[in-house]
């Protein structure tokens, strides 16, 4: 039998650009060890399977990376947003929301704009190493590496790493076998390395054991990076940020992200950007 799928550039309006995706849009007779099998083969950070549509404007979709299934994330959700917006699927008023691990996440569209309100409050804890370590594992100065890093997540942990200028964020390569000494193996252990700029930051993102040595776009990743911006903000209101991210890998992806911050804390997330369908195919199974 033929499955077919879609091929989306995310976080950008330009082919070649941004973060790959795969869709296929009629999954629900696939099990979850043949989906982890399609995902390893395309080798893409992600590969989303539309299993459902449960009720008009829902859709329930599963989400893997080379090596595992995930519950969230962000360009596979916008992705498929998109694509679902492009095919006519959704039907009157446009209501769409993507049931997923963490939860229904709830997808809104802005003009040629897809975003998603994250399911999950933001979470931050302070992170097991130091800035000192950090710079070690980055292969920097430890001037370079200008705060205690965090973990920070809206549904996926991610360490947040602030680096003090972009030619630190453009050289900072990953020690692969330091990272796997210093997270337990049950951690994946996903590394956002970012460097403020006027208007928000550029970011940089690796995950080895994801099977993504590094991320074009990583839109689970800039949800809470917007947050903690926020939170470090002089006053509450309504925060917005542009996040680069991709710009080394040749590939530049652009996401945006708009927080609301009350007198109690973050109160809402939100994440944008563009797609452009590229093409698609088939697997015979």
Known sequence: MKYHYALL???TETPF???PLAVFSDA???DGAVMQRIANELNLSETVFITGAPEPGVFSIRIFTPRSEIPFAGHPTIGTA?????????GAGHRLVLREGIGDVVIGFEAQSTWLTTAQPLRIDPASFDAVTAAALLGLAEVEVIAAPVVASCGLDYWL???GASEALARARLDVAAHDRLFEPWLEGALYLFCRQQGGARARMFAPRAGIPEDPATGSAAAPLAG???HREAAPGAYRYRIEQGVEMGRPSLI???VER???GIERIEVGGRAVIVGGGWLAL
Do not use: K, Y
């Not at 998109?82 to 959704?90: D, K, V």
């Open 9 to 11: 550039d995310v976080f």
């Open 262 to 264: 009350g007198t109690e």
């Open 161 to 163: 790493i602030e680096l």
């Open 228 to 230: 903690w911006l926020a």
């Open 256 to 258: 945006e992200a708009r």
């Open 28 to 30: 629900g007779e696939l």
């Open 17 to 19: 650009a941004g973060n």
């Open 82 to 90: 998109h694509w679902l917006r492009a095919s006519e699927r959704l």
